[in-house]
């Protein structure tokens, strides 16, 4: 099965800065592609929202809300995506979700598409 395991989340006070990581894994099998991956965030009783993607070639992608201040990235090599989050504000409070897009099966000729999410991390931003 392939997992992807965020780490790096916590409390921060306004104006400060955290970073996201988020690696993807497979159990078992390979992972033979790694296309567009993203960063989304949910804050209680509202839905999950895009913060930023970004695709196997760099394409970046940013919500309005966290443009110039978040940053996304990725190392293929590792299979890690990144965000980047400075002069964070109360209102970037949420637990962020992972989320890639990838082609995974025990060999080339049968690996399927998917779709697949971190369980979250949480980002407190306060005094």
């Known amino acids: 099965q392939v997992q992807l395991v965020e780490s790096g989340g916590g409390l921060e006070q306004p104006g400060g800065s955290l970073r996201l990581s988020c690696a993807a894994s497979?159990?078992?099998?390979?992972?033979?592609?790694?296309?567009?991956m993203g960063w989304y965030r949910q804050v209680p009783g509202k839905e999950r929202e895009l913060v930023a993607t970004?695709?196997?070639?760099?394409?970046?992608n940013y919500a309005d809300s966290v443009k110039g201040r978040f940053t996304i990235s990725r190392d293929n090599a590792k299979e890690t995506v990144y965000l980047e989050m400075n002069s964070l504000k109360p209102e970037d409070t949420a637990v962020y979700y992972c989320?890639?897009?990838?082609?995974?099966?025990?060999?080339?000729?049968?690996?399927?598409?998917?779709?697949?999410w971190g369980q979250g991390t949480l980002v407190t931003v306060s005094s």
């Open positions: 989320n890639a897009n990838l082609k995974y099966g025990t060999y080339y000729w049968d690996a399927r598409n998917l779709e697949v």
């Open positions: 497979a159990a078992s099998g390979s992972i033979f592609s790694l296309n567009a």
């Open positions: 970004i695709t196997s070639g760099g394409e970046t």
